[in-house]
């Protein structure tokens, strides 16, 4: 069993940055693909970016291409999320994702991720 603890969030101006962690319980966390999703009230859960365990390759939706960026230190179990020029649109709770490697780390959908941490909120004001 998984378990994932976000940090990081909190209010800051647009254009600004913001960089999260996800800390990983599992000692063998490295083999698990990670991902971040974020979800705003009354809106699904969506993908932003993750990052394969075996390549350390990368898949970004198109909202946050070249803004935001993902990376993981294993040695450490850690995950980031590194967000740049932020908007107000980019304002929600952010989700730390992990799935075994055997599954597609671009899957765009929740219910391919099997572990979750509990969320912490990133606001972008105008």
């Known amino acids: 069993q998984v378990q994932l603890v976000e940090s990081g969030g909190g209010l800051v101006q647009a254009g600004g940055s913001l960089k999260l962690s996800c800390a990983a319980s599992?000692?063998?966390?490295?083999?698990?693909?990670t991902a971040w999703f974020r979800q705003t009230p009354g809106k699904e859960r969506e993908l932003v970016g993750s990052?394969?365990?075996?390549?350390?390759?990368?898949y970004y939706v198109d909202a946050v291409k070249g803004r935001f960026t993902v990376s993981r230190d294993n040695a450490k179990n850690l995950v980031f999320l590194q967000m740049n020029s932020l908007k107000p649109e980019d304002t929600a709770k952010y989700y730390c994702?992990?799935?075994?490697?055997?599954?597609?780390?671009?899957?765009?959908?929740?219910?391919?991720?099997?572990?979750w941490g509990q969320g912490t909120q990133v606001t972008v004001s105008p």
């Open positions: 599992e000692r063998t966390f490295e083999v698990y693909s």
């Open positions: 994702a992990a799935m075994p490697s055997s599954k597609p780390y671009t899957a765009s959908s929740p219910d391919m991720w099997d572990y």
């Open positions: 990052i394969a365990w075996w390549s350390g390759n990368t």
